[in-house]
């Protein structure tokens, strides 16, 4: 081999060796520089999950005190039976809540209704938020039909201290007039 392509030869190697190692250190800087941009942008670090257990946890519930909320139920001119599985529950203000009512068409026919909420006490019911009721729906029964319908909700934290009690009652109406689909859903 000539000495020029001999020299060149080292040269690439050379080079190559300084662009392997150049390479290796920056993908070893890489981990500190990527989590330096997670914590300024803000941005889940995946090499930290428990970080993101934490954010979710939720910090609105005031463990300090208690609520007892009631339901009830009732039928207005309908042959329907309406219950809630759970008489009361008691929650603390910002705690979700999940609770459900049974509801029975004693009907020979399918029937529409739709259920309308009251509270007690009465300026309760902006402190109630329902994230998942049948009462957002009409609901249509065939005859015989059971179902459980579930109700999710949250008492508002900023509910006035004077309350430990919230009533959260449901009337059901028949609507006339409505279509009852053989499925069972009002249409």
């Known amino acids: 081999m000539?000495?020029?392509?001999?020299?060149?030869?080292?040269?690439?190697?050379?080079?190559?060796?300084?662009?392997?190692?150049?390479?290796?250190?920056?993908?070893?800087?890489?981990?500190?520089?990527?989590?330096?941009?997670?914590?300024?942008?803000?941005?889940?670090?995946?090499?930290?999950?428990?970080?993101?257990k934490r954010e979710l946890s939720n910090t609105q519930i005031d463990k300090s005190r208690w609520i007892t909320l009631e339901f009830d139920a009732n039928i207005h001119g309908m042959p329907w039976r309406f219950a809630p599985v759970q008489r009361s529950v008691r929650v603390h203000p910002g705690e979700m809540t999940h609770v459900v009512f049974e509801i029975k068409n004693?009907?020979?026919?399918?029937?529409?209704?739709?259920?309308?909420?009251?509270?007690?006490?009465?300026?309760?019911?902006?402190?109630?938020?329902?994230?998942?009721?049948?009462?957002?729906?009409?609901?249509?029964?065939?005859?015989?039909?059971?179902?459980?319908?579930?109700v999710q909700f949250v008492i508002d934290p900023s509910l006035?201290?004077?309350?430990?009690?919230?009533?959260?009652?449901?009337?059901f109406f028949e609507v006339k007039g409505a279509n009852v689909s053989p499925a069972g859903s009002a249409g």
């Open 2 to 52: 000539k000495p020029a392509t001999k020299t060149a030869n080292h040269q690439v190697l050379t080079r190559l060796c300084v662009f392997a190692l150049v390479m290796f250190g920056f993908g070893y800087a890489m981990v500190p520089f990527y989590e330096k941009l997670c914590q300024v942008t803000g941005i889940t670090n995946l090499l930290q999950p428990n970080t993101t």
């Open 106 to 150: 004693n009907g020979a026919t399918p029937m529409v209704g739709q259920a309308i909420p009251s509270y007690g006490p009465k300026h309760a019911a902006e402190f109630v938020k329902k994230l998942e009721c049948f009462c957002f729906t009409q609901q249509a029964l065939g005859a015989g039909e059971t179902r459980q319908m579930p």
């Open 160 to 171: 006035p201290a004077s309350v430990n009690t919230v009533t959260l009652s449901y009337t």
